[in-house]
Structure formats: C-alpha cells, structure tokens
C-alpha cells in the first residue's frame, strides 16, 4: 500500500458562543485538515489546531509548512512503515506538533481502514465508552451556576469549570455551584496558570476546608514554573494535574523527576498525535500518575482521533473531548466518527477513525483566507 495522494483543508467553523479561559476568548475552530489516499483507495483523515499560547506555533506556517512538506515526503510511502514514518516526523515537525498531529492520525487512520481494524482496537482496545467532560469558561457565579444545571439535565455527569483570573471570586463560585447542585456528579477544575502557587495553595485549602468535592486542578501556575508547580502539588488537598506544563515526553519525565503532578492531561495537539499521546500514557503509568486525553477547540475529526486514544489506552482515567460541542455545524457525518450520548462518548463502529467527512461541508467551512491545497 503506497500513498498517492495528499490535500490539506484549512477550516473555519463558528462556535454558538464564546468561549474564555485566561489567556483568551475563542469564537471560532479554527484547524486545519489532512487527507492522505493510497494506490487501494483508502482515505486517512487527520486535524492540526495549532494554538500559538499552547503548542507555540502559528496557523499560516503549519498551512505552508503541511501543504509543501506532504507531497514531498509522504508520496509513495508505505504507511505501515511506521518507526520509520514516526522518526521522519520527530525530526522534521518537531516545532509544528499540531502539524505533526494532523500527519500521524491520518497515518493510524489509513493503517486501521487496511486492516479493517478500529484505531483504538490497535491501541489496544482497553473500553468501550467514557464518561464525558464538558467546560464551562469564566463566567459569573450565576452564569456558571445555570450551565452547570443545563449540563446535568442533559446527562453530564463531569464538568470542568475554568478559573484562574480572581482566586476569592473562583472559590465563591466554586462553592456556589457545590451549594446549588450538590453531589453526585464530578467536578474538575481548569486555571489554565492563572494563579501564583500562593494562590492556588490557599484555593485548594479553602475548598477542602468547605468540603467541597473536586476531582483534580489543572495547571494552577505558569507552565515554565515547575518549581511552583511541585510547590502546590506538595501542599494541595486536591489532585493536582499538569496541562500546559506537558508537551512532549522530556516535560513528562521532568515532572516526574521533580513530583511536580499528580497527573497529566495530554493532547494529540500538544505532543503530536495518537502515537506520542500513546507513549505519554504509557509513561504516566509507569510513574503512577493517572493520565486524562485533552483537546483544543477542534472539529470532530480531531476529536475522534482522541477518542481512539482515550478508550483504546488502559491508562485513561478521565476525557476533556468537548472542543467541538459548541460549534455551529459538524463536518463529519453524524452516524461516523466520535459520538455522544447521555453523558458518554463512544466510537461509532468503523475501521481506522471510523469516520466520513462531509465534502459539501468541507467545502462551505473552508477558510478562503488561507485557501487549500491538493
Ligand atoms: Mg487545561
């Protein structure tokens, strides 16, 4: 099986609202998509989201960079040359892993639909389903107390509240939503490094202090901060993991070197696809750390190839795959792909990603200001 093959897609889809954690407010998904084909006609599918404040690059260079780098290295490859094709893309996308990202789903997508196998039967097939997460931005107490409600009306039962910007105001709201709702659902909490590890000491303390329940914080400090990162961890009540902190495995064993997590929360965007993401969870194990499958503000396509990851890994213990909830239209078809229902997420039934794009609407997002390429 060669590749023939390459396209790349830059999309645009609106969210229904905004979206703010503590370094910005997003209204858009804003990715960019690969298509590989083989000589036996297979299609592999993948997604790059690059976010400049998280996996430092820009959307215009992974666009260049995808659309001239493809043809040239990935036509005529073999796509089952996989130590091969991995060690191609660690030494040229390194500073592009949202690039890379795109690159390697695609590949475990195409290797799945050969074979006839799912991509997370590959990754080892460890659950059918998790539990889903859904976030809610920084918002005022009221706000958050009415979306948290929504959400468990429709099923939810983990909800990760952002926070981050004013420490007594998140304990306020935090507790608010304890009060108002009460137990029997799982809270999870984002500061997206907002806080100094004062800070974030002294708002752990105080929602233990008030027996309010939360599964775990992430990223309370700044992410080159790992001195205040193992500073909170040692004083937290509360679990703490690392986000931003964690892109690649030399910040994960550095964490672990320093006991600066409890746990991580890993994204294909952050450490470059489902093949980095797998050996993340598989360290995190090793260290004893549980490990959670993140996401940006990605498309389903993305979002599936996390999925695969998420359930096809014994080591998973939480999903943050909610990045395309909120987005005006879907470009894969409803019945393919990641799928969520009554508060879980599962794979629809299908080799590789499992997933079908829908070209009209692949058409109709495409982003005309940074055009396409095929
Ligand atoms: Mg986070």
Redesign the pocket.
């Known amino acids: 099986m060669r590749i023939v093959s390459t396209a790349v897609y830059p999309i645009k889809i609106p969210k229904k609202a905004p979206f703010q954690v503590t370094y910005a407010t997003r209204t858009a998904c804003l990715a960019i998509l690969v298509r590989l084909v083989t000589d036996d006609g297979h299609e592999g599918w993948g997604e790059a989201v690059p976010v400049a404040e998280v996996t430092g690059e820009n959307r215009a260079e992974v666009f260049r960079k995808l659309t001239s780098w493809l043809p040239a290295n990935l036509t005529g490859r073999d796509p089952f040359d996989q130590e091969d094709l991995r060690l191609l893309l660690e030494r040229e996308l390194k500073p592009l892993p949202s690039a890379r990202c795109a690159v390697d789903s695609a590949l475990w997508d195409l290797r799945g639909r050969a074979l006839g196998l799912s991509v997370r039967e590959l990754l080892g097939a460890a659950r059918s389903y998790h539990q889903a997460s859904a976030s809610i931005g920084i918002k005022s107490t009221p706000e958050t107390v009415a979306e948290a409600a929504g959400l468990l009306r429709r099923g939810f039962t983990d909800i990760k509240v952002k926070i981050g910007l004013d420490p007594a105001a998140d304990i306020q709201r935090i507790k608010a939503l304890r009060q108002e709702l009460g137990c029997g659902w799982r809270l999870y909490l984002?500061a997206?490094q907002g806080y100094t590890p004062e800070e974030a000491i002294r708002l752990t303390q105080a929602l233990a202090d008030a027996d309010v329940s939360v599964e775990f914080l992430?990223?309370p400090v700044a992410a080159a901060n790992l001195e205040g990162l193992a500073e909170v961890t040692r004083h937290s009540p509360i679990l703490i993991a690392a986000?931003e902190a964690v892109k690649d495995p030399a910040d994960l064993l550095e964490i672990v070197r320093r006991q600066a997590a409890h746990m991580v929360?890993i994204k294909l965007m952050k450490c470059g696809g489902p093949t980095q993401a797998a050996f993340l969870v598989r360290m995190a194990e090793a260290a004893g750390m549980k490990a959670m499958i993140?996401c940006m503000i990605e498309s389903r396509v993305g979002i599936t190839a996390g999925l695969s990851v998420a359930l096809g890994l014994a080591n998973v213990d939480y999903i943050d795959l909610d990045g395309y909830f909120d987005l005006a239209d879907d470009i894969v078809t409803p019945s393919t792909g990641a799928q969520l229902e009554a508060g879980r997420q599962y794979l629809a039934p299908g080799a590789g990603l499992g997933l079908k794009v829908d070209e009209e609407k692949l058409k109709q997002y495409l982003d005309s200001e940074l055009g396409a390429s095929a």
Do not use: F
């Open positions: 984002d997206n992430e990223q986000d929360n993140g």
